[in-house]
């Protein structure tokens, strides 16, 4: 039996607007509609879509913080909207938009709390946090007030403290929301290492390509409501022929590059914009512009989801 069972999904909001000064009219808005899915223990699966998609309501769902309008909805053996509590113990939760944790207190109670609070045995959970303090290097942050962290400090403060309860699946919506580089880099190598090592399921939304393609050998693509696509990445990008640019600012003009597996889409002085296949690597394309060019500067941008989704269904 899979982890997560996900049968006919329906959600359905009421959304009512005033009309005049004693009159409101209101309507049916559908958030997600007849989704099907099953994940197993131990996948790192990508939920993606553009805005408005029912991502969001798809993990409230998930949760036990909305009950579905209709369909059969399982996680953990149990139905979320009617075990929220007996659920809340085997589940962690991280959106990337808000914290879990108390705004004006040090970190350390943050964590205290949430042992009171998942009665987790103590010593499993001073042991558990020990281990993410040295993994995120929260150690030297733990007497500082949560709203004087900054945005990475407290994303890897949210990472663990929802897995300070040994939990079974971590839901991660946009985990890297505002993050720069490094504290991206840190926290994709913590979550494999987590996957690797203990087993935990992750259920991943997200509008960044390289978050997926680092964590996800799974992509499940909704739109409207509905699941549009279920597989590799690599066969979404080969579906609709989405393409990978390479900006490549060159130390002086040049007519445009030539290098096998790319194509030269623009040119503005010293800068091209080179185009590629989104599945193919971009290091030999690299390396090749790199041996035959001279190179001030490179930089990767990844297809957007949107333009994904576009591309292979047109909509």
């Known amino acids: 039996m899979a982890l997560i069972e996900v049968r006919d999904l329906t959600r359905t ?8 000064p004693l ?28 805005n408005g998609a029912g991502k969001s309501t798809t993990i409230k769902m998930l949760t036990g913080i909305l009950v579905p ?35 004006d207190l040090p970190l350390r109670d943050s964590f205290d709390l949430l042992q009171k609070i998942y009665r987790t045995d103590p010593d499993r959970h001073r042991a558990n946090l020990d281990e993410f303090l040295e993994l995120l290097d929260l150690g030297d942050l733990l007497d500082t007030p949560v709203r004087q962290l900054s945005l990475g400090q407290r994303m890897r403060g949210d990472i663990a403290a929802a897995l300070l309860h ?3 699946i971590l ?23 987590l996957n690797r090592r203990r087993g935990t399921t992750l259920l991943l939304t997200t509008h960044d390509l390289q978050d997926i393609e680092a964590l996800c050998d799974r992509v499940i693509v909704i739109d409207r409501g509905t699941r549009v696509f279920d597989g590799t990445l690599e066969s979404l990008h080969r579906s609709g022929g989405s393409r990978r640019t390479l900006v490549v600012d060159l130390v002086d003009e040049a007519p445009p590059i030539t290098v096998p597996g790319a194509e030269v889409l623009r040119v503005d002085g010293p800068r091209q914009w080179l185009a590629f296949p989104a599945e193919d690597s971009a290091a030999p394309i690299v390396a090749a ?19 994904v989704i576009r591309e292979v269904y047109g909509v």
């Open 171 to 193: 839901y991660l919506d946009e985990p890297t929301i505002g993050l720069d580089v490094v504290s991206k880099g840190r926290l994709r190598e913590f979550l494999r290492d």
């Open 166 to 168: 040994d939990p079974e």
């Open 13 to 20: 909001f009421t959304v009512r607007k005033k009309t005049g």
């Open 289 to 307: 512009v790199a041996a035959a060019y001279d190179v001030a500067d490179l930089s990767l941008r990844e297809p957007a989801i949107e333009d």
């Open 69 to 103: 309008t209709s369909g059969h909805l399982r996680v953990a053996g149990v139905e979320p909207s009617r075990h929220r509590t007996e659920l809340a113990r085997r589940i962690g939760v991280v959106f990337g938009q808000r914290t879990t944790l108390w705004w």
């Open 23 to 50: 009159r409101r009219t209101s309507h049916e808005v559908l958030a997600v509609c007849d989704l099907s899915f099953d994940i197993d223990a131990g996948e790192m699966v990508g939920y993606i879509g553009p």
